[in-house]
């Protein structure tokens, strides 16, 4: 059987491989390899590498040449073959095989072994590439375009969660079509035909519990929970008040009753929004424990079910910024002003710094450039006496001006203050209040509660040193 082997299939490959394009694969293909091996090795005996350009190289493109490279050795094969068929050049007998040339018996011992490693290369290649297409590194990194998501990724509670493990979740059709999506999204990155800002809410994202609710239990119960919020004035002393909250987050209490803020919404209400971004939602289906529906809608009675976007509402119905928070320019300030990395003993700080983080920069490197430029010329000419005291607050001031603006808006994708909201609460966007507007009613004359203690105590707002805070011991 061997010996028929090597008649009918060694004999006639070697003869047709022996032309440019199979040479030139074979090159390819082997210059590749030994490449990858050499960087696998590197890796494993030395620091890893998160440069996702290498990444790019090393787990994309040199897997791409080697396949290539292989795929060309058959070509050339056939190439030659229809060629001499064509001049009738094909001989009766391929030129035989002398096994004791040991010069060619080397050469078959090469390329047996050759074609074992190349196997081995395939798949280890393939599978590199597959895990490294799945990192934070080439979602974020690898394509600018994903930069303001990457940005708040990498400072969000999740910024150790990959990427995948909330876009596309855990299955081989989930996969599938992540990586359909992406290739049409490649190329539109390519030839510039992306769209900016990334719209928001990704249609494609998958339900809350094959992604969410593999690290959450939606029914766990928080009960409580305490918000302390400061804001700051814009007056020369950029005078502090605190709002203290305490939200009613429930969830499924000890007597498994669904309670609060959490327990009410999962699973059972339905939802129609007729604008892209989920905004304006007139229409809302709440199945009850009896098995009947209540629609709640601001239409006219006898309207029906309006045309639009048909949803279950689940954790990403609040929780839409999860991973990717954009504050707004006031909450970022105040968070910083509160943490005192911009001092509120600068005088005027709380003003001048809304003015430097509002206005228009053409670019974050002229951003940076910029505001703590502006802000030292403001106390140099008006308040001489602050920046001789006080120069190190304000040098540490505009430096953490420029991080906040950094952090939030990325001129080249045109993503600024407020270009995406976040459904949580509802003083600076809609959120909650998309339903939650008194505006929804149902038959029964009964609406959608906009009882502000529905959702929390309000034990305190916008107060100078509230005396809870003082009992509770946080103050
Ligand atoms: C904890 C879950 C989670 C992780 C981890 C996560 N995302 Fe998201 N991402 C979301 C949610 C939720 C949305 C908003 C979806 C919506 O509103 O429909 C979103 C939206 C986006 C958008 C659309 C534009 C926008 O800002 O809304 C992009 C782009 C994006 N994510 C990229 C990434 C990249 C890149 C990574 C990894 C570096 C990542 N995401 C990690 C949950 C996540
Ligand atoms: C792979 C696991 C994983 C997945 C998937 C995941 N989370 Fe988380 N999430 C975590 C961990 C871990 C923390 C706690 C991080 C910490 O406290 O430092 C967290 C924290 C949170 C918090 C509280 C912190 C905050 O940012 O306010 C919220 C809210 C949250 N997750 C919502 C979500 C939502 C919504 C999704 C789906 C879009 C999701 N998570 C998907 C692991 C996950
Ligand atoms: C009706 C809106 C709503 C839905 C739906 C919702 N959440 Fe929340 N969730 C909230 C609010 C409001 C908070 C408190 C926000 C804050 O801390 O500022 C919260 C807080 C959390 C926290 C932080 C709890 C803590 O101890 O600080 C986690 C984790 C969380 N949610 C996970 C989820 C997951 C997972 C789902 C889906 C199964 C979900 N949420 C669905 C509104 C919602
Ligand atoms: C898509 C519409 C929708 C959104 C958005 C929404 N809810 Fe609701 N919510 C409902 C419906 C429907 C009910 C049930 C009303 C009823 O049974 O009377 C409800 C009930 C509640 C209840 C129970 C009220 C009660 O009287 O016991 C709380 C608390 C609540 N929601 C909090 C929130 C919070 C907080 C947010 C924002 C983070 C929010 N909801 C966002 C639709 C929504
Ligand atoms: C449907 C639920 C819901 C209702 C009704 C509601 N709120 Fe809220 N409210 C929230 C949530 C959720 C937050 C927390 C937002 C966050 O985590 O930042 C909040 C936060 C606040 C805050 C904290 C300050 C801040 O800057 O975030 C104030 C003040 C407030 N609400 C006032 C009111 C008042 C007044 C009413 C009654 C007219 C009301 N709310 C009705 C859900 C509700």
Same mark, same amino acid.
Request: include cysteine.
């Given at each position: 059987?061997l010996q028929?082997?090597?008649?009918?299939?060694?004999?006639?490959?070697?003869?047709?491989?022996?032309?440019?394009?199979?040479?030139?694969?074979?090159?390819?293909t082997t210059?590749?390899?030994?490449?990858?091996?050499a960087?696998?090795l590197?890796?494993f005996?030395g620091?890893?590498?998160?440069?996702?350009?290498?990444?790019?190289?090393?787990?994309?493109l040199?897997?791409?040449?080697?396949?290539?490279?292989?795929?060309?050795?058959?070509?050339?094969?056939?190439?030659r073959?229809?060629?001499?068929?064509?001049a009738?050049?094909?001989?009766?007998?391929?030129p035989?095989?002398?096994?004791?040339?040991?010069?060619?018996?080397?050469?078959?011992?090469?390329?047996?072994a050759? &074609?074992i490693?190349?196997?081995?290369v395939?798949?280890?290649?393939?599978?590199?590439?597959?895990s490294?297409?799945?990192?934070?590194?080439?979602?974020?990194?690898?394509?600018?375009?994903?930069?303001?998501?990457?940005t708040?990724?990498?400072?969000?509670?999740?910024s150790?969660?990959?990427?995948?493990?909330?876009?596309?979740?855990?299955?081989a059709?989930?996969?599938?079509?992540?990586?359909?999506?992406?290739t049409?999204?490649?190329?539109?990155?390519t030839f510039?035909?992306?769209?900016?800002?990334?719209?928001?809410?990704v249609?494609?994202?998958?339900?809350?519990?094959?992604?969410?609710?593999?690290?959450?239990?939606?029914?766990r119960?928080?009960?409580?929970?305490l918000?302390?919020?400061?804001?700051?004035a814009?007056?020369?002393?950029?005078?502090?008040?605190?709002?203290?909250?305490?939200?009613?987050?429930?969830?499924?209490?000890?007597?498994?009753?669904?309670?609060?803020?959490?327990?009410?919404?999962?699973?059972?209400?339905?939802y129609?929004a &007729?604008?892209?971004?989920?905004?304006?939602?007139?229409w809302?289906?709440?199945?009850?424990?009896?098995?009947?529906? &209540?629609? =709640?809608t601001?239409?006219?009675?006898?309207?029906?079910?309006?045309?639009?976007?048909?949803?279950?509402m689940?954790?990403i119905?609040?929780?839409?910024?999860?991973?990717?928070?954009?504050? &707004?320019?006031?909450?970022?300030l105040?968070?910083?002003?509160?943490?005192?990395?911009?001092?509120?003993?600068?005088?005027?700080?709380h003003k001048?710094?809304?003015e430097l983080?509002?206005?228009?920069?053409?670019?974050?490197?002229?951003?940076?450039?910029?505001i703590?430029?502006?802000?030292?010329? =403001?106390y140099?000419?008006?308040?001489?006496?602050?920046?001789?005291?006080?120069?190190?607050?304000?040098k540490a001031?505009?430096?953490?001006l420029?991080?906040?603006?950094?952090?939030?808006? =990325?001129?080249?994708?045109?993503?600024?203050?407020?270009?995406?909201?976040?459904?949580?609460?509802?003083?600076?966007?809609?959120?909650?209040?998309?339903?939650?507007?008194?505006n929804?009613a149902?038959?029964?004359?009964?609406?959608i509660?906009?009882?502000?203690?529905?959702?929390?105590?309000l034990?305190?707002?916008?107060?100078?040193k509230?005396?809870?805070?003082?009992?509770?011991?946080?103050?």
């Open positions: 059987m028929k082997f090597r008649e009918n299939w060694v004999r006639p490959a070697l003869f047709f491989g022996n032309n440019p394009i199979s040479l030139a694969g074979g090159a390819i210059a590749s390899g030994v490449t990858m091996i960087y696998w590197m890796e005996f620091r890893p590498n998160d440069n996702p350009y290498l990444g790019l190289i090393f787990f994309l040199l897997p791409a040449l080697f396949i290539a490279g292989l795929a060309l050795i058959p070509v050339g094969v056939i190439v073959r229809r060629k001499l068929q064509k009738g050049q094909i001989p009766a007998e391929f035989k095989i002398d096994f004791n040339d040991h010069i060619f018996r080397h050469g078959v011992d090469i390329v047996l050759a &074609t490693v190349n196997l081995l395939v798949s280890v290649a393939s599978y590199r590439g597959a490294y297409m799945d990192s934070p590194q080439f979602c974020g990194q690898s394509c600018h375009v994903m930069h303001p998501e990457y708040a990724y990498k400072i969000s509670a999740h150790h969660v990959a990427c995948v493990d909330c876009h596309i979740g855990s299955g059709q989930a996969y599938f079509s992540a990586k359909v999506n992406g049409k999204q490649l190329l539109e990155v510039d035909r992306y769209p900016t800002p990334i719209p928001s809410p249609e494609s994202l998958r339900p809350a519990r094959y992604t969410c609710e593999g690290c959450h239990t939606p029914a119960f928080i009960g409580e929970k918000l302390v919020k400061s804001a700051f814009d007056d020369e002393k950029n005078t502090e008040t605190q709002s203290v909250v305490v939200l009613h987050l429930g969830g499924r209490d000890s007597l498994s009753h669904l309670t609060g803020i959490h327990g009410v919404h999962l699973g059972h209400i339905e129609v &007729t604008d892209p971004t989920r905004t304006s939602i007139p809302v289906q709440k199945r009850n424990e009896d098995g009947s529906e &209540t629609v =709640f601001t239409l006219p009675a006898g309207s029906g079910v309006p045309q639009g976007e048909r949803r279950v689940d954790c119905d609040c929780h839409n910024r999860a991973a990717h928070t954009f504050v &707004t320019a006031e909450d970022a105040n968070r910083a002003m509160a943490e005192g990395a911009v001092s509120p003993d600068l005088p005027w700080i001048k710094s809304m983080l509002k206005a228009n920069y053409a670019s974050e490197a002229e951003a940076s450039v910029k703590p430029a502006e802000l030292v010329a =403001f140099r000419s008006e308040h001489p006496e602050v920046l001789a005291a006080k120069a190190a607050l304000v001031a505009g430096d953490q420029v991080v906040l603006y950094s952090q939030n808006v =990325f001129p080249f994708m045109k993503v600024t203050w407020g270009t995406h909201p976040n459904h949580i609460g509802h003083m600076d966007y809609p959120g909650c209040f998309r339903c939650h507007d008194g929804h149902a038959k029964d004359g009964t609406s509660t906009q009882d502000c203690s529905a959702c929390h105590n034990l305190v707002v916008d107060e100078a509230p005396k809870v805070l003082t009992d509770l011991g946080i103050q």
